[in-house]
């Protein structure tokens, strides 16, 4: 697995195609392997030069143990009371990873893709490097503000449930986790998550790498009024039916960002399905090929706030 040098530590990553170049940020305590390798040459196939990675504190990347951990009920907890959060690093800092990798690679911007935390860091990257960002598309993520960020009661204990000991025990959890976050018609097969289950235990699961992560993104503060700086074009593709990350999130990023189009898809949940894949794929192109119009106001976007969500046809999944 190659890595690069970026912003003081190590990223693993790899590449797929040749175009124009279009990065992959995961989300929280997930590795880049989530980004299934069918989804990035389907990508590549459209003219891009794909590039996915690992995280800080994920997989093959750098592990930050030697900084601060705290567990995420109590990282909740302060959120709550509006205590300050003890920190190792910020979303901010995950954005300057980003950017240290296209520096590492040659690369002076890129079309930028970003899944729940990944899109949340998405942002503070078009908001910090706006020349670095070509196209944004923000997948099931949110603007950051505590009081949108209201997830099921079972999605959230099934995402901070007990780490797994064994390679067994990972698999089991990552079904569970996903029956949990998923929606019907629209569910990743098990089977496919069984197998990308496996790859995340055996590249090395972190569960003090999530904790951190977690820290880091309940101790944003929300960006929704600084989200009217973005000027690259912005897609925002949300599930309806998203247990984790609600749907008003996916609503106000395409409020608050000038020009921003929204795609909430009925029958989706927190969840990159691959009957969803081709309309995700045709989305994110059409996307990266968008004129840049003059700004616009915050309250011109409203409307995302009353849209509708749309059907999308199942399709046989990718084998």
Known sequence: ?????????????????????????????????????????ALSARGFHVIRFDN???????????????????????????????????????????????????????????????????????????????????????????????PTRRAYAALLGSAARTREEQIARQVHLFRMMGASPHRTPEARVAEIAGQH???????????????????????????????????????????LVRPIGGRLLACGIPRARLELLRGMGHDLAPSLWPRVIDNITRNSKRAQNGPRRLGQNLRALFARPVSVSTQEAAR
């Open 201 to 243: 235990y055996d590249r090395g699961i972190h569960p003090r790498g999530f904790a951190r992560q977690y820290a880091a993104l309940m101790a944003a503060s929300g960006r929704l009024t600084a989200l009217s700086r973005i000027r690259a074009p912005t897609l925002v593709i949300h599930g309806a039916d998203d247990p």
């Open 56 to 150: 800080r504190d994920t997989g093959e990347s750098t592990l930050l143990d030697h900084l601060p951990t705290h567990h995420p009920r109590d990282v909740l907890r302060r959120r709550l009371r509006g205590q300050p959060i003890e920190t190792a690093y910020t979303l901010d800092d995950m954005a300057d990873d980003t950017v240290g990798l296209l520096d590492a690679l040659g690369l002076p911007w890129a079309h930028v893709v970003g899944m729940s935390l990944g899109g949340m860091v998405a942002q503070c990257m078009a908001l910090r490097y706006p020349e670095r960002v070509r196209s944004l598309s923000l997948i099931m993520s949110n603007t950051g503000e505590l009081w949108v960020n209201v």
């Open 1 to 41: 697995m190659p890595k690069v040098r970026a912003n003081g530590i190590e990223l693993a990553y790899e590449t797929y195609g040749h175009g124009e170049p279009l990065v992959l940020i995961m989300g929280i305590g997930a590795q880049m392997v989530l980004w299934d390798e069918e989804f990035c040459r």
